[in-house]
């Protein structure tokens, strides 16, 4: 069955440093979020990009984060100068369409850690 | 304004009992709504979804859920619980406008054999 897959597994940046968080949707699909959770909170949305281009954004998502797809498989997250509080769970999710069932299928997370 | 309440943070059932997670949830229009379930290490899984289809959605590994507008509520259920369940297990709202999800807080089911 096919997966969305997320690499790496578990990312320890320092304070002030770039990250690039990787996902691999599904195949056919043709809408991507990410999604993030910090320790002991709920999950939050992000950002959704669709037709290369950004679709909607939440409030968190502000100037130091941008995303991407750079070669019609990857869907990246990056986060410029990351801070303390960026550190939580990152999830990408995939959907094939925007109408109903509206299903989006989610990576296992990445756990992004700034010390 | 909170879009999903997931009543209990931790829910711990004998295994072959029921099982019963709770979600309310807020929205002016009828909503599309999804159970997720997250085991260790893993991603999150479709359990189960309601689209304005049929109130009672039958999900996967034998779970079931009721939308109940009258009470704004998704309940999730399975008559017998099984040790594979025991899991951290997600509702989720899509409101009318956009295709973002809001997350519930979650709930950890522990199945005690």
């Known amino acids: 069955e096919p997966e969305v897959t997320q690499t790496p597994s578990h990312q320890v940046t320092q304070m002030g440093q770039e990250v690039i968080l990787r996902c691999v949707p599904i195949?056919?699909?043709?809408?991507f979020y990410w999604y993030r959770q910090i320790l002991g909170q709920k999950v939050e949305f992000l950002v959704s990009f669709y037709n290369n281009e950004i679709s909607e954004k939440s409030e968190i998502f502000d100037d130091q984060f941008s995303v991407e797809r750079p070669d019609g498989s990857n869907f990246t997250l990056k986060i410029r100068s990351t801070k303390l509080e960026d550190s939580a769970m990152y999830f990408c999710?995939?959907?094939?369409?925007?109408?109903?069932?509206?299903?989006?299928?989610f990576g296992p997370g990445t756990r992004l850690t700034v010390t | 304004a909170q879009s999903v309440t997931q009543l209990d943070s931790h829910v711990s059932v004998s295994e072959g009992t029921p099982v019963l997670l709770r979600c309310n949830y807020s929205s002016s229009y009828s909503p599309s709504l999804f159970w997720y379930v997250q085991h260790p290490n893993k991603g999150l899984q479709l359990l189960l979804k309601y689209t304005s289809a049929a109130t009672l959605v039958k999900g996967i590994n034998g779970f079931e859920a009721e939308f109940k507008k009258s009470e704004t509520s998704f309940h999730l259920t399975k008559p017998s619980a099984h040790m594979s369940d025991a899991a951290e297990y997600f509702c989720?709202?899509?409101?009318?406008?956009?295709?973002?999800?809001?997350f519930g807080t979650g709930t950890s089911l522990t199945v005690i054999p």
């Open positions: 999710a995939s959907g094939l369409s925007g109408r109903s069932p509206y299903e989006q299928y």
């Open positions: 195949s056919n699909h043709l809408y």
């Open positions: 989720v709202v899509r409101l009318n406008t956009g295709n973002q999800f809001y």
